[in-house]
């Protein structure tokens, strides 16, 4: 069983917990994609001076949160397990790194003050429609 656990800046911990509950192979995956913008606005805004680019300097401070993040979840979790860290818009990142998946783990992430659609934000509404692995969507704390 490979059960992939989504790392959300904000909601980690509670993906972490919920995962802890099944045994198998482990996968955390982090996603970042603020540096693309940026890399996409200087080239808009300035042209493709790419000495210049502030893009470069966010992907540096993205890959570098991802790994601090993912050594926590890891920390975490308490046992052996693969982290990947990737780029790219998110929800599609989380659902090809799924594909193959027995399992995805990730939690809600919208208006959590009531069940109903709200408490999903778009990305994960998008990775709930359309992961092709089971999901278990967790209640963050």
Request: proline share 4%; net charge negative.
């Amino acid at each position: 069983m490979t059960v992939v656990v989504w790392i959300a800046d904000d909601t980690w911990q509670d993906c972490v917990d919920a995962a802890s509950a099944y045994d198998g192979d482990f996968l955390l995956l982090h996603v970042s994609d603020v540096a693309g913008a940026a890399h996409g606005a200087f080239a808009g805004l300035f042209g493709r001076h790419s000495s210049l680019d502030p893009g470069t300097r966010l992907d540096d401070l993205a890959a570098d949160h991802a790994t601090h993040l993912l050594d926590a979840a890891a920390e975490r979790l308490g046992r052996p397990c693969a982290k990947e860290a990737r780029v790219g818009r998110v929800e599609h990142e989380v659902v090809a790194a799924a594909q193959e998946a027995s399992l995805l783990v990730l939690c809600r992430d919208g208006d959590v003050s009531h069940a109903g659609p709200r408490s999903l934000g778009p990305a994960t509404r998008f990775v709930v429609d359309h992961a092709t692995c089971p999901v278990l969507l967790a209640w963050p704390t």
